[in-house]
C-alpha cells in the first residue's frame, strides 16, 4: 500500500484499489495522484484499478480525468466498488460524521495482497510485487525482490532487498540471516557490513527516526543513512 494525504493505493488479489478522500477537492485528489503514479514502481504498470470514495458522486468530466491520469501510466480504470464491497457495513448509507469519513479511510488499507515464493532465489531471478512477499528459501546473492510491502526470507538474504518499494517507510525487510548486498526500504538505502556474523540469528530491519536500522534480540543492529 501507498499513500498520500488523500489518496492511497492498495493491491489486492483483483488488482488495484484507489481510495479518494471523499471530502477533498477533486483538484487535489487529481495533484496527489500525479505525484503518486509518478513515485510508483514500474511493475504497477498494466494493472486494472477499482476506486473507491465512498458515497461521493463526481460528474463526467472528472471521471474522464480520472480515466485519463491512469491510462497516461498505463493503468485501467475497470470500475467503482461500493461500501459493502470494501467491507464497510450500510452499502448506501451515507458518511454521517467527519470521524466515520476518517475512520473508513484509514481502516480500509491496513492490508495488502500476499505472494508466497516456495524457492530459493539463485542469482538473476527477480520477484516484483505489488504486496508482501515471503520467500520459503534463501535470496541468493544476484538476486532480488522489490516489493510494495514487507518483505520476510526463511532463510539467508545475501541478494537485493527493496520494500516499501513506492514510500511506504512502514515496511519492513526480516531473514532468518540478514546480509544482503543491498537493502532499500522506501527511500532509505544501506548495504551489510563487510565483516559477516553467521551467528546473529533472526533479524528485521525497518526505518526509525529517518535511519535505516537492523534490530536483533538483545543485539544491536547495523544503520544506513538516507541516500
Request: hydrophobic share 40%; charged share 25%; glycine share 12%.
Amino acid at each position: 500500500m501507498t499513500r498520500t494525504e488523500h489518496v492511497a493505493l492498495k493491491g489486492t488479489r483483483d488488482g488495484l484499489v484507489l481510495y479518494l478522500d471523499p471530502a477533498a477537492d477533486f483538484g487535489v485528489l487529481m495533484t496527489e495522484l500525479a505525484k503518486l503514479l509518478k513515485n510508483s514502481v514500474q511493475f504497477l504498470q498494466g494493472a486494472s484499478v477499482r476506486c473507491y470514495a465512498g458515497t461521493k458522486e463526481y460528474t463526467e468530466d472528472e471521471h474522464a480525468r480520472l480515466g485519463t491520469a491512469l491510462r497516461e501510466q498505463r493503468l485501467e480504470l475497470v470500475g467503482w466498488l461500493t461500501s459493502e464491497e470494501v467491507g464497510v457495513p450500510g452499502k448506501t448509507q451515507a458518511y454521517a460524521t467527519e470521524d466515520k469519513e476518517t475512520r473508513l479511510w484509514e481502516e480500509g488499507m491496513v492490508e495488502g495482497s500476499c505472494l508466497f515464493v516456495e524457492r530459493t532465489l539463485r542469482s538473476g531471478k527477480s520477484v516484483q510485487f505489488d504486496g508482501h512477499v515471503v520467500v520459503l528459501g534463501d535470496v541468493n546473492p544476484g538476486a532480488e525482490i522489490i516489493a510494495t510491502g514487507n518483505i520476510a526470507v526463511l532463510g539467508s538474504l545475501r541478494g537485493v532487498a527493496h520494500a516499501g518499494a513506492t514510500g511506504e517507510r512502514n515496511a519492513t525487510v526480516s531473514a532468518y540471516h540478514l546480509a544482503p548486498t543491498q537493502l532499500r526500504i522506501a527511500d532509505l538505502v544501506t548495504r551489510a557490513p563487510d565483516e559477516e556474523d553467521s551467528g546473529r540469528g533472526p533479524e528485521i530491519a525497518k526505518i526509525k527516526d529517518d535511519q535505516l536500522i537492523v534490530e536483533a534480540a538483545g543485539m544491536n543492529g547495523w544503520r544506513g543513512k538516507a541516500r
